[in-house]
């Protein structure tokens, strides 16, 4: 069974870039037709789907976050990583990378979750 693992700092200040990794445990996974997405559920509120990567390295991004996201990735290590410029104490949240079988916009779908990482935006 495929798992997903976030890493990055708790702790970023306001205006900064908040970077996190996803390192997923099998090999090859750029390879199949999955697609591997970055979500986040702030405290006390609905999870929100981010933006996702698929096989071949085409990116979507949520119209409201899109403007300041990016998600890229390395093959070679099995990685993929999200990137999400200018934060505001309105990102603090637990951040969570999934896969889905295929490209979906939503958090319904996935087959598979990492734990998730806090991440607080804080001066």
């Known amino acids: 069974q495929v798992q997903l693992q976030e890493s990055g700092p708790g702790l970023v200040k306001p205006s900064q870039t908040l970077s996190l990794t996803c390192t997923v445990s099998?090999?090859?996974?750029?390879?199949?037709?999955?697609?591997w997405s970055w979500l986040r559920q702030p405290p006390g509120k609905e999870m929100e789907w981010m933006g996702v990567?698929?096989?071949?390295?085409?990116?979507w991004y949520s119209p409201s976050l899109k403007s300041r996201t990016s998600i890229s990735r390395d093959t070679s290590k099995n990685q993929f990583f999200l990137q999400l410029s200018a934060v505001t104490p309105e990102d603090t949240a637990v951040y969570y990378c999934?896969?889905?079988?295929?490209?979906?916009?939503?958090?319904?779908?996935?087959?598979?979750w990492g734990r998730g990482i806090l991440v607080n935006v804080s001066s």
């Open positions: 990567i698929a096989y071949d390295g085409s990116t």
């Open positions: 099998v090999d090859f996974i750029f390879t199949g037709y999955y697609a």
């Open positions: 999934a896969r889905a079988p295929r490209v979906n916009f939503t958090p319904d779908g996935m087959d598979s």
